[in-house]
């Protein structure tokens, strides 16, 4: 067994981390205080081709795989930016999955080369009020009308969309009471975010305010057959195998956010003189941040074994959901102990942990929130009864 | 045209140093590496002239396993070729020891210019490339701010104190070790790591330089005595505030003390 990188992922986290460098903590927090999505740094990484990491060589992309985008994304949330950096580029890099997946070669000569330039932005649009974690309950309707579709409904939380040309866009084409199972009947959709049939509007949030997430209020919407993604009322379908690289994605990130607080904790520990000594050296501070460390070790080795079975065609979904949960928990927690371990100056903005501690509450419950990450563990891995 | 870049890869301006136990180095192990920054600098001016026309641009490093991800890294920024020279042997190297070994590996490929950095990070001692020139018996010029292709070389202009500038002609063959900030350097493109997966890197040893026995601790006419993390001196003060309220007090002391 070897768990070296080697030279290509190596150079990968590398050039990252240089890119990331002239984007420092101040940066990152007046973007997030001003709710300003961060172009400088998009544009820095677009430049440089990574944004395309995902996307086949044939469509403008490097064609690389799960592990790569991983260490990119990883190294990226280790940076100052945590995770308004890392979800700045995680939407560009892996949205559009299900279109090189099963999108017509159309659509994919058509949207691809500018989604690996970074010029074309998608937005996510799965998520709604009233349905929740149940997506098979989401109303957004597309009916048909000639050779197309007229979209109307209501969409929640669909992040990048005040920048996004475009939403992915989850909709039933055949009612939920009408369909065989659940989760048939419904159709993916790359349409047009037209301002004269979409509405968009912010949602105010704990944290990553860099990158917005919206609501989203669809009336007669437009969308031709041609943006169809894959086949008519197999949309869920097609996103299900999004779905373990998304995790997988969203744990590399959670462990790059977890080791800098645990870093940020460390140094801060070393030089805070409080009662003589320098506070890391009471173990009530010191063992939780070595508890951290270990911790997104583990976590870090999980990701990177889901990466690698994704990536060769294993089965990853046990894995992959492993490491979401693994990852968020270790992450969020080591982000707390930092806090702590900065007494009143992690309340402080100055510090930037507290934007850390923020931002690492989020991958707790999104995309996939950890209890029904639990569930899924729990039937499919442990062969225990299905809870919902 | 042919230039050779001369890279060393030093401990990364973020890294955590510990001494080591013999107390003559740092230790190594866990502590991430990059290019030494005025190395970047001179890589960025051979791609540049490649990019301006024909040029093959070969990078060379000396040092264990893990040099050869500058080098790397530097075929990924758009050098053709690396040359990896690898041997416990050359461990304990002085200066001359190095330059040695560059001059042996320039001798290989008779380069028309060698860029390098003017001085290294971690050891400060600008003293390889005028060494180096002086082995391959080459013109020079250190601190090189700028430098312009001119008759049968180049016009180098080097920064001197005070602001001042001194221009120099070197004719080709010519060795230019420049100094910081003489260009913006580049970074790897994703297609530019990918590609550098499959460009060439050589591996070589003293001996394959024909240098076994004359580098090494055993040859080196200067040897670290000892590193040390200099001791807290008494009767500094940390002025503390807002950048305001620092430069106001800090311009006050200055004028105080009647430095100014
Ligand atoms: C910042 C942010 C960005 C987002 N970006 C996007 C995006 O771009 N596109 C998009 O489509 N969506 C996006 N989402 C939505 C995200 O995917 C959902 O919030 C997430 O899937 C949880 O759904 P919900 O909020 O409706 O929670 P609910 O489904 O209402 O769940 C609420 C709570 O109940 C628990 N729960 C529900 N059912 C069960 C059960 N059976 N057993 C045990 N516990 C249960 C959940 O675990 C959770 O703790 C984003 C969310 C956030 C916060
Ligand atoms: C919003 C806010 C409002 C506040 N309001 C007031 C106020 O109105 N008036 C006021 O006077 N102060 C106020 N404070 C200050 C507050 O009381 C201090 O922040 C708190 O006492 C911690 O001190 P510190 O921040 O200097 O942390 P430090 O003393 O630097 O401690 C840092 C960390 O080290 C730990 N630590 C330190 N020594 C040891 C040890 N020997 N063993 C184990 N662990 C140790 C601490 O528990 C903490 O986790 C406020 C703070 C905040 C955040």
Not at chain 1, 24 to 43: L, Q, V
Not at chain 1, 61 to 82: P, W
Not at chain 1, 217 to 237: Q, T
Not at chain 1, 366 to 377: F, K, Q
Request: charged content about 25%; some cysteine; proline content about 4%.
């Amino acid at each position: 067994m070897d768990f070296s990188w080697g030279s290509e992922l190596t150079s990968i986290r590398r050039e990252a981390e240089r890119l990331c460098e002239p984007f420092d903590d101040d940066y990152w927090s007046r973007c997030d205080e001003a709710h300003e999505f961060p172009w400088a740094f998009y544009r820095a990484f677009a430049e440089q081709g990574w944004i395309g990491i995902l996307v086949p060589e044939a469509y403008g992309g490097a064609g690389l795989g799960t592990l790569h985008a991983g260490a990119l994304l990883n190294a990226v949330a280790a940076s100052a930016g945590a995770q308004n950096a890392a979800s700045t580029l995680h939407l560009s890099i892996f949205g559009m999955g299900p279109v090189i997946h099963h999108g017509s070669e159309e659509l994919k000569r058509r949207t691809l080369p500018p989604t690996a330039s970074g010029e074309l932005h998608v937005s996510f649009g799965v998520t709604e009020d009233d349905a929740g974690t149940d997506t098979s309950r989401i109303r957004t309707f597309a009916r048909r009308e000639g050779d197309g579709f007229v979209v109307n409904g209501k969409k929640v939380w669909n992040t990048k969309a005040q920048q996004a040309q475009k939403i992915l866009l989850l909709a039933r084409t055949t009612l939920r009471e009408e369909c065989a199972r659940p989760l048939d009947g419904m159709t993916l959709f790359l349409a047009n975010l037209d301002p004269d049939h979409v509405e968009i509007r912010e949602i105010p949030k704990l944290g990553r305010n860099a990158v917005n997430s919206n609501e989203v209020y669809i009336d007669e919407l437009p969308v031709s057959a041609a943006d169809v993604v894959g086949e008519v009322g197999r949309g869920f379908y097609h996103l299900l195998d999004g779905l373990n690289p998304e995790r997988i994605m969203i744990a590399a990130e959670a462990v790059g956010i977890g080791r800098r607080a645990v870093d940020a904790a460390a140094r801060y520990a070393k030089g805070r003189i409080v009662f003589d000594r320098p506070i890391g050296q009471n173990q009530a501070i010191a063992h939780p941040l070595a508890d951290s460390l270990s911790e997104l070790e583990a976590a870090d080795l999980l990701w990177q074994k889901a990466a690698w079975a994704y990536d060769s065609g294993e089965p990853a979904g046990p894995l992959a959901n492993m490491a979401k949960l693994r990852a968020s928990e270790a992450a969020f927690t080591a982000c707390d102990r930092a806090l702590q371990t900065f007494g009143g100056f992690g309340y402080a903005r100055e510090f930037h942990v507290e934007r850390y501690w923020r931002e690492a509450r989020l991958a707790r419950i999104a995309p996939i929130s950890n209890e029904m990450v639990r569930s899924y563990l729990a039937e499919h891995v442990l062969g225990l009864p299905r809870s919902h | 045209m042919k230039i050779l870049v001369c890279l060393k890869q030093v401990p990364h301006q973020d890294a955590r140093l510990d001494i080591d136990g013999a107390g003559t180095w740092i230790k190594e192990d866990g502590i991430k590496f990059e290019i030494n920054s005025y190395d970047t600098f001179a890589l960025e001016e051979a791609l540049r002239i490649k990019d301006a026309g024909e040029a093959e641009v070969v990078v060379v490093s000396i040092g264990p396993d893990r040099v050869t991800q500058a080098l790397r890294t530097a075929l990924g920024m758009g050098a053709d070729r690396a040359i990896h020279v690898k041997d416990a042997e050359i461990d304990g190297s002085d200066t001359l020891g190095i330059a040695k070994v560059l001059a042996a590996v320039a001798k290989e490929e008779s380069p028309d210019l060698v860029l390098m950095g003017l001085m290294s990070d971690d050891g400060n001692a600008s003293a390889v490339p005028p060494m180096m020139a002086e082995l391959m018996g080459v013109p020079s010029a250190t601190a090189v701010m700028k430098a312009t292709p001119e008759g049968d070389g180049y016009r180098c202009e080097r920064e001197l104190e005070g602001g001042a500038l001194e221009v120099v002609d070197l004719a080709k063959p010519c060795l230019i070790a420049v100094q910081s900030g003489l260009n913006q350097v580049r970074y790897a493109s994703l297609k530019g790591i990918m590609a550098a997966k499959k460009k060439p890197m050589d591996t070589k040893s003293a001996g394959d330089l024909g240098l076994s026995g004359v580098v090494g601790a055993a040859g080196a006419k200067a040897q670290i005595e000892k590193i040390y993390a200099p001791v807290r001196g008494e009767g500094a003060e940390i002025i503390e505030g807002s950048t305001d309220e620092v430069v106001t007090q800090l311009v006050g002391k200055i004028k105080e003390l009647g430095l100014l």
